[in-house]
C-alpha cells in the first residue's frame, strides 16, 4: 500500500496525534492524544471521461505535473458535493472546455499501490468544434484510433481503458470493467 502522507495534527482540535489501533479497528491510524477523534486517511476518487465525437477522441496533452506534457483524457479528483458524473463533466470542461452529454459508466480502476481510485465515463461531445484548451492542458485534439500518441500517455490506466474502449466500439458493445491497475 502507498504510504499516507503523516498527520501531525487533529484535524477537530488541533493537537498532536499518535499512530495506534484503536478500539474496534485492525489497522493503524492517527489518533488525537488529547480528544480520541480518528483521523482517517482514504484513497482519492479521480473521476473523468473519454469524450467521443463520431469515430475520433478528444484527448488533452497536461500543462500540469504529474507527467506534463504527456496525454490523457480529461480527468481529475473529484469534489465534495458532486456526483463522479458531475465530477467528469466538470473535469472535461475545465481540462478541454467541452460541454459532454450521455455520460455512463465504463470503468472503475483501482491504483492501491498510489490510493486511488479511478471512475471513467464515456461521453459525447455536443459538437466537434465543442472544445478548447483549458488551464491545465497545454493542447486537446480529436484523435482516431490510429493516431493516439500511444507512446506520449500520461497514465497507464487511461491507455487500458482506451485501448478497451477501442476494441468494444468494434461491436457496439460496451461494458463495465472493475480491475485492478498495479
Known amino acids: 500500500m502507498a504510504a499516507s502522507a503523516q498527520i501531525k495534527f487533529c484535524n477537530l482540535c488541533g493537537r498532536g496525534v499518535t499512530q495506534k489501533i484503536p478500539p474496534g479497528d485492525n489497522r493503524q491510524r492517527y489518533v488525537c492524544d488529547h480528544c480520541g477523534e480518528i483521523q482517517y486517511q482514504n ?3 479521480v473521476t473523468g471521461c473519454i469524450p467521443v ?3 475520433r477522441v478528444l484527448l488533452c496533452r497536461r500543462a500540469i505535473e ?5 496525454w490523457t483524457v480529461p480527468a481529475g479528483f473529484m469534489e465534495n458535493g458532486e456526483s463522479v458524473q458531475q465530477g467528469a463533466a466538470r473535469e472535461t470542461m475545465e481540462e478541454a472546455c467541452a460541454p459532454v452529454t450521455d455520460v455512463s459508466l465504463y470503468g472503475i480502476y483501482n491504483l492501491p499501490h498510489i490510493s486511488q481510485v479511478y471512475m471513467l465515463f464515456r461521453a459525447r461531445l455536443e459538437s466537434e468544434a ?3 484548451v483549458g ?3 497545454l493542447e486537446t485534439a480529436l484523435f482516431l484510433e490510429q493516431d493516439i500518441p500511444w507512446d506520449k500517455m500520461a497514465f497507464r490506466v487511461v491507455s487500458a481503458a ?3 474502449f477501442f476494441i468494444e466500439r468494434q461491436t457496439n458493445q460496451f461494458t463495465v470493467e472493475v480491475t485492478d491497475i498495479v
Open 43 to 45: 484513497p482519492k476518487i
Open 162 to 164: 482506451l485501448k478497451r
Open 53 to 55: 465525437w463520431q469515430d
Open 135 to 137: 488551464e491545465e492542458s
Open 130 to 132: 465543442g472544445y478548447g
Open 66 to 70: 504529474p507527467r506534463y506534457g504527456y
